[in-house]
């Protein structure tokens, strides 16, 4: 049973435009939803986190919103550039941030010059 | 930051073989840490949970026996593929956190091809 689904699988964007990531998860319990990205042959590198006690984080161009009722999140990549292409995927975890992850089965990102 | 390391990055065994790979906390202690197995073009799929002192904890499906777990220091865990086989080819990756509220930082990957 695959308790993160993320969404799409594949995403081709232009330069400067908004990435748009999304994941749904089942398991109520999750109270710690990371962000990670990969490039090839290269392991996840954490990009940003989120609890659910807020809806929204930013750190620069990457942006996490949450809904809790919905148990949805998503990412956003604004003004997206080709060093953003990679996979990225979402994550779940509970109780602790250093406890063990349930990914979501990935998006590879592909931003075009 | 943290700093996982992972190594070889890089091993080629052949069918029958065991193999050994090796996840350092740099500059941290690691009370716990994951080792996951991805597969081209698919997610990461948790294995187990190596505990300093103790078993690992595997996650079903996962053969102990060919998948051994040491981790015989607050820094280091090895898994050891024993009698690798071509469907055992993957990329394997360990991940560890300073401390229950930090992050899991992951090591850069060992890409693991059986002949």
């Known amino acids: 049973q695959q308790q993160v689904k993320q969404s799409p699988q594949s995403l081709i964007v232009q330069k400067g435009g908004i990435s748009i990531i999304n994941c749904a998860y089942e398991?109520?319990?999750?109270?710690?939803f990371p962000w990670y990205q990969q490039f090839p042959g290269k392991g996840p590198a954490l990009l940003i986190a989120?609890?659910?006690?807020?809806s929204e984080k930013k750190e620069g161009r990457f942006t996490i919103s949450f809904n809790k009722s919905a148990k949805q999140f998503s990412l956003h990549i604004m003004d997206s550039q080709p060093g953003d292409s990679a996979t990225y995927f979402c994550?779940?975890?509970?109780?602790?941030?250093?406890?063990?992850?349930?990914f979501g089965g990935g998006t590879r990102l592909m931003v075009k010059p | 930051g943290a700093v996982v390391s992972q190594h070889p990055s890089r091993v080629i065994c052949k069918s029958g073989t065991s193999v050994k790979i090796e996840c350092r906390s740099l500059?941290?202690?690691?009370?716990?840490m994951f080792w996951y197995r991805q597969f081209p073009k698919q997610s990461l799929m948790l294995m187990a949970t190596s505990n300093e002192g103790s078993k690992a904890t595997y996650e079903q499906g996962v053969e102990k026996d060919k998948f051994l777990i040491n981790h015989a220091s607050l820094t280091l865990s090895t898994l050891t593929v024993t009698s690798a086989h071509p469907e055992d080819s993957s990329f394997y990756i360990c991940?560890?956190?300073?401390?229950?509220?930090?992050?899991?930082?992951f090591g850069n990957g060992t890409r693991l091809t059986v002949t």
């Open positions: 500059d941290f202690q690691a009370t716990t």
């Open positions: 991940s560890a956190s300073i401390g229950d509220n930090s992050p899991l930082h």
């Open positions: 994550a779940a975890s509970t109780e602790n941030a250093g406890n063990m992850l349930t």
């Open positions: 989120i609890r659910p006690d807020v």
């Open positions: 398991n109520t319990a999750f109270d710690y």
